[in-house]
């Protein structure tokens, strides 16, 4: 090749370089605006109503067809199957939770099945859970629903996968597992009002919030943690002396102290606001799963009838009072987050769902054989937590398909990418 020609080849590849350099942003553009080999429809996957939706998949021969269902909405129908646990098969449920080892006589509270009117919940699919947060970290904080929540999945992840327990302290209240087979850690965070403070103790008769910072018990870790499930409530209707930028902003069933009363639901939004600022992060998703319903209605805590039902209400009920405040606080809070920043939120709505199902606690069995020495006048009753297994499986059944329709989302932005790619060679070719 003489000088001359080289000249004109380098000319050629300066243009073709141009050329090139032309149809990127022509591909890109093509690429944002509309995209012609998009399968998933994108107005799906932009719901700003979204805390109450999950997806459906009917897996249709070629492609997973995708409908969205207000998971909040159904019944509980008999179901045959039964839990996937039981009482002896996994080692981590809490005694008080554990009414088959407690010796509860009736076993129908087991065999029930939320049925949403719109889709199904699939069964819990603890080899999907665990594909789904291959190389995570999953973490609980809050205060015993927390611990409920996190004990219902390490049982149903560990009928697939065993669990190894690598750190317990203060009487399992912080608690760490890794499922190695998929690299998966899940931890539990003890912190009953999400923000800094101090839980009453023997010599401390109320508790102390400060509400405009987090609890470092849990906040420390925080940049270690890929997926968080926040559950909080009940402990903040104990009496409390609260704290803002340093001064008090008052109390509640302040008998000891002379600060102004201000109700505790102010501070629980308060608290939920400053914990979902902290925790909302590019690269973190955050459920919120919300107030937990009891059962005492009206009945004295130690009377024999406190929660003995043992089937769910069966014409639905209607969320009120203390159960309807907590939870309408904690759906504003999580819908106003999102609204601020662009964030993996959600709430996983619980509450109606749950309070449906009086049959699930553990009441008089929470201790062992109560009634062994004939029935007493009178029993202490748990008829806040669930029985394990339970209601709250189902809870995590749901968990698993709000983690899988923000991994779909994850696939379709993979799947833009990817079409982008194919696009820009495309235009080279030709
Ligand atoms: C509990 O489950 C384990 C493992 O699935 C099983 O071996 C055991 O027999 C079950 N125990 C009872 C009391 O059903
Ligand atoms: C396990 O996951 C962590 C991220 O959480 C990653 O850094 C590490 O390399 C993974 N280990 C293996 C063996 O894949
Ligand atoms: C009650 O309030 C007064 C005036 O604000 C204050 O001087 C006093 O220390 C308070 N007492 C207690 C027990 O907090
Ligand atoms: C619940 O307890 C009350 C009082 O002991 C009793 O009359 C009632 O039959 C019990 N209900 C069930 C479903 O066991």
């Given at each position: 090749?003489g000088?001359?020609?080289q000249?004109i080849?380098l000319?050629?590849r300066?243009i073709s370089?141009l050329?090139v350099l032309a149809?990127?942003?022509?591909?890109?553009?093509?690429l944002?605006?509309n995209?012609?080999f998009?399968?998933i429809?994108?107005?799906t996957l932009?719901d700003?109503?979204a805390?109450?939706?999950?997806t459906?998949?009917?897996?249709s021969?070629?492609?997973e067809?995708?409908?969205?269902?207000?998971?909040?909405?159904?019944k509980?129908?008999k179901?045959?199957m039964g839990?996937l646990?039981n009482?002896s098969?996994c080692?981590?449920?809490?005694?008080g939770?554990n009414?088959?080892?407690h010796?509860?006589p009736?076993?129908?509270?087991?065999y029930?099945?939320?049925?949403?009117?719109?889709?199904?919940i699939?069964r819990f699919?603890?080899?999907?859970?665990?594909?789904l947060m291959r190389?995570k970290?999953?973490?609980?904080?809050?205060d015993?629903?927390a611990r409920?929540?996190?004990?219902?999945l390490?049982?149903l992840?560990?009928t697939?996968s065993?669990?190894?327990?690598?750190y317990?302290y203060?009487e399992?209240r912080?608690?760490r597992?890794r499922f190695?087979?998929?690299n998966v850690t899940?931890?539990v965070?003890?912190s009953?009002?999400l923000?800094a403070?101090?839980?009453?103790?023997?010599?401390?008769?109320?508790?102390?919030l400060?509400?405009?910072?987090?609890d470092?018990r849990?906040?420390k870790?925080?940049e270690?943690f890929d997926?968080?499930?926040i559950?909080?409530?009940?402990?903040?209707?104990?009496?409390?002396?609260?704290?803002?930028?340093?001064?008090?902003?008052?109390?509640h069933?302040?008998e000891a102290?002379?600060?102004?009363?201000?109700?505790?639901?102010?501070?629980?939004?308060k608290?939920i606001?400053?914990t979902l600022k902290?925790?909302?992060?590019t690269h973190r998703e955050v459920l919120?799963?919300t107030f937990?319903p009891?059962?005492?209605?009206?009945?004295?805590?130690?009377?024999?009838?406190?929660c003995n039902m043992?089937?769910?209400y069966?014409?639905?009920?209607?969320?009120?009072?203390?159960?309807?405040?907590m939870?309408?606080i904690?759906?504003?809070e999580?819908?106003a987050a999102?609204?601020?920043?662009?964030?993996?939120?959600?709430?996983?709505d619980v509450?109606?769902?749950?309070?449906?199902?009086r049959?699930?606690h553990p009441?008089?069995?929470m201790n062992e054989?109560?009634?062994?020495?004939g029935?007493p006048k009178?029993v202490?009753n748990?008829c806040l937590?669930?029985?394990?297994p339970g209601?709250?499986?189902?809870?995590?059944e749901?968990?698993?398909?709000?983690?899988?329709?923000?991994?779909?989302?994850?696939n379709a932005e993979?799947y833009?990418?990817?079409?982008?790619?194919?696009q820009?060679i495309?235009?080279l070719?030709?």
């Open positions: 090749m000088f001359k020609e000249q080849c000319t050629q300066k370089v050329i149809f990127i942003p022509a591909a890109m553009f093509r944002c605006f995209n012609p998009s399968t429809d994108d107005t932009q700003s109503k805390h109450v939706l999950i459906n998949y009917s897996s021969s070629t492609q067809k995708e409908t969205l269902c207000d998971y909040t909405k159904g509980w129908i179901d045959e839990p646990y009482g098969s080692g981590t449920i809490k005694e939770q009414c088959l080892r010796g509860r009736d076993s129908g509270y087991l029930w099945k939320w049925k949403p009117n719109q889709c199904d699939p699919n603890a080899n999907r859970f665990l594909d190389d970290h999953l973490a609980f904080v809050g015993s629903m409920n929540q996190l004990e219902s390490i049982c992840l560990s697939v065993s669990p190894h327990l690598v317990s203060e399992n912080f608690r597992w190695e087979s998929h899940v931890s965070y003890w009953p009002f923000v403070g101090l839980e009453k103790s023997g010599k401390l008769d109320h508790n102390i400060h509400v405009d910072r987090v470092e849990w906040g870790d925080l270690r997926t968080v499930i559950s909080v409530g009940h402990w903040f209707l104990h009496p409390a002396v609260y704290y803002e930028s340093g001064s008090v902003l008052g109390c069933s302040c102290s002379n600060c102004t009363e201000i109700g505790f639901f102010d501070v629980f939004r608290a606001r400053t902290a925790v909302s992060g919120l799963t937990s009891s059962h005492f209605e009206g009945r004295t805590w130690d009377s024999l009838d406190a043992t089937e769910p069966e014409d639905g009920k209607v969320l009120e009072g203390l159960d309807l405040e939870r309408r904690e759906m504003e999580v819908t999102k609204e601020a920043a662009e964030v993996r939120l959600e709430a996983l509450t109606e769902i749950s309070v449906l199902r049959d699930g009441g008089p069995y054989f109560p009634f062994k020495n029935v009178r202490r748990d937590h669930w029985c394990l209601p709250v499986d189902t809870w995590n749901i968990m698993i398909e709000m983690l899988r329709r923000w991994r779909n989302w994850n993979t833009k990418l990817i079409s982008c790619i194919q820009v495309f235009s070719v030709i």
